[in-house]
């Protein structure tokens, strides 16, 4: 990468702070009052079994929820900039802009009838306001900073033309080239051979590291958590709870779910949906949550008296962690 060329400018990310989100699609509640903290310039892994809201936080959060979602309340800040409150231009200039989003599937996020160059180009002509002549130049650093070999020539390709790996590649390429200050990962690796997965792992990891990148990412794979994540935020039912330095809350998970997820991966050394699901008692909510706590039906220390009938709020419990449950006296 030549740093003169400004393509993968340095220290992009920001503190980033959500707080009280909720989103309902209809008359279900997909996310319920969900606080986290991102540290600037650092990862946070956000993991919990499927339809626990992970997919729906990521996307209110870089502001990109299907049509039939709405944010009900609560706030997404990155720096200074509340994108939960954008609306009209100033939403458009902020998606990408603030808060880039890479999907699982990068077929999806990519134009099939345009170059990919012309694709990264676009995004310097229109938000950086640069020459046509100065975007191509700057798409192919782009791609290069990604680990595209021979730029210029797969600059001029499709995205049918590209494998895999590549195309995830020149997303994430698309996504540079917006200069978010906060990136989104939403299991970006899990359409990929296992190979390939490694490699766009390390890719986003010393990208992270060389722009300064603020990063929160989506996954069901705590082997991915123990290698990239700083921090890691648990959800259950549509709420975040537990939030914890990954060292910390490896070493001594408080939330009981926090516990069993844990016994899951040390078990298998993989905590992948269906394990998830066969290792822990009972299902995850669908459709709507118990009262109480939503984890209740599946805790071995729930009681009659406060467990189900009380909502746990989060409780923090020091050197930046949080967990929301009635019995913390149960944590090692
Ligand atoms: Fe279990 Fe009760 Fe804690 Fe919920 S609040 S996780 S049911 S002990």
Known sequence: MNESDNSVPAALGDDVS????????????????????IPAGTTTALVGESGSGKSTLALAASRLLPADAQ???GSVRVGDTDLAALSGPRLREARGGVAAYLAQDASVALNPVLRVGSQIAEVHQVRHGVSRREAARLAENNLADVGIPDPARVARRYPH????GMRQRAVIAIALAF???LLIADEPTTALDVTVQADILALIVRLQKQCGLTVLWIT????????????????YGGRIV????????????????????????????TAQPKHIVTA????PPVGGVPDGCPFHPRCPHADDSHCRTT????????????????HLEFAP
Do not use: W
């Open 280 to 283: 822990i008692k009972g299902s």
């Open 242 to 269: 537990e939030q914890a330095d990954a060292l910390e809350l490896f070493e001594s998970p408080a939330h009981p779910y926090t516990q069993a997820l844990l016994g899951c991966f040390r078990q298998g050394r």
């Open 179 to 181: 200069r978010p200050r």
């Open 161 to 164: 033309q590209l494998s895999g």
């Open 71 to 73: 944010i009900v309340s």
């Open 220 to 235: 069901h794979d705590m082997s991915v958590v123990a290698e990239i994540a700083d921090r890691v935020a648990v959800m």
């Open 18 to 37: 959500i707080g009280n989100l909720t989103v309902r699609y209809g008359d279900t509640t997909a996310l319920r009052g969900a606080h986290l903290r």
């Open 311 to 326: 909502l746990p709020e989060p409780r923090v419990l020091g050197g930046g962690r949080q967990a929301a449950c009635h």
